[in-house]
Nanobody
Framework: VQLQASRGGLMQAGGSLRLPCAAP????????MGWFRQAPGKEREFVAA????????GYADSMKGRFTISTDNAKNTVYLEMNSLKPEDTAVYYC????????????????????WGRGTQVTVSS
C-alpha cells in the first residue's frame, strides 16, 4: 500500500492550506484514515481521523474548528484542510490508513495504523 502525499508549503500565520494524500491501492470502503504530525523535538501527535463510512470524524483539541478531514472516494484521496494556521502548526504531516471492521469508528493512536505516507513539511511563519 502506497500513500502519496503532496508537497506542503511555507505559509503565513492565518493562512490556509489543503493537504491531499492519494491512496490508489486502498479500498476506502474498508479503511479508516488519519492525519498525524511531528514537530522538531516532539513526538508524533494525532491531528484528525475519519471513519471508513465518512460519517464520523475526530480532531485533536487544538485543531477543532480549524482543521477538516475529508475523503474523495472516487479519487481515493484523503484531505486535510487547515485554516487559521499558527506558527505552532509547523510540523511534518503524515497521512495514515488502517483496515477497520466498524464503519463508524476511527483511531487516534498512531500505533493503530497500518500504512503511512512519507510526510509533508508544513511551515507557518508569524
Amino acid at each position: 500500500v502506497q500513500l502519496q502525499a503532496s508537497r506542503g508549503g511555507l505559509m503565513q500565520a492565518g493562512g490556509s492550506l489543503r493537504l491531499p494524500c492519494a491512496a490508489p491501492d486502498v479500498p476506502f470502503s474498508r479503511y479508516s484514515m488519519g492525519w498525524f504530525r511531528q514537530a522538531p523535538g516532539k513526538e508524533r501527535e494525532f491531528v484528525a481521523a475519519i471513519s471508513r463510512s465518512g460519517d464520523s470524524t475526530g480532531y485533536a483539541d487544538s485543531m477543532k474548528g480549524r482543521f477538516t478531514i475529508s475523503t474523495d472516494n472516487a479519487k481515493n484521496t484523503v484531505y486535510l484542510e487547515m485554516n487559521s494556521l499558527k506558527p505552532e502548526d509547523t510540523a511534518v504531516y503524515y497521512c495514515a490508513v488502517v483496515a477497520i471492521s466498524s464503519s463508524s469508528d476511527y483511531y487516534t493512536g498512531a500505533r493503530s495504523y497500518d500504512y503511512w505516507g512519507r510526510g509533508t513539511q508544513v511551515t507557518v511563519s508569524s
